[in-house]
Nanobody, 123 residues
């Protein structure tokens, strides 16, 4: 079982930046991803990264968010620039050991989740 712990959330004004981190313990991590869920909305994929660094970014954040990982440190990052009020949500880190996907933004394909970190962007 993989345990994931997120950090780095907070409250910022529109246009500012935040960097989220997620540290994992345990083994068998292949795909990792960041998801977010706003009140009353479904959880949506923000970014996913393969073990070799290949990435997929959701259209809603493309050009503003960057995902990266340090396999040696078992740490996942999400650099969020030019934040907008619509980015306000609880952000979750996720990991999967499955080998049939290179990366994916589908929440159902992940079986390990962090507790979440709140990001609030004010206008």
């Amino acid at each position: 079982q993989v345990q994931l712990v997120e950090s780095g959330g907070g409250s910022v004004q529109s246009g500012r930046s935040l960097r989220l981190s997620c540290t994992g313990s345990g083994y068998s991590i292949n795909i990792m991803g960041w998801f977010r869920q706003a009140p009353g909305k479904e959880r949506e994929g923000v970014a996913s990264i393969a073990r070799d660094g290949g990435t997929r970014i959701a259209d809603s954040v493309k050009g503003r968010f960057t995902i990266s990982r340090d396999n040696a440190k078992k740490t996942l990052y999400l650099q969020m620039n030019s934040l907008k009020p619509e980015d306000t949500a609880m952000y979750y880190c996720a990991a999967s050991a499955r080998l049939d996907y290179y990366y994916t933004l589908l929440p159902s394909l992940y079986n390990n989740w962090g507790q979440g970190t709140q990001v609030t962007v004010s206008s």
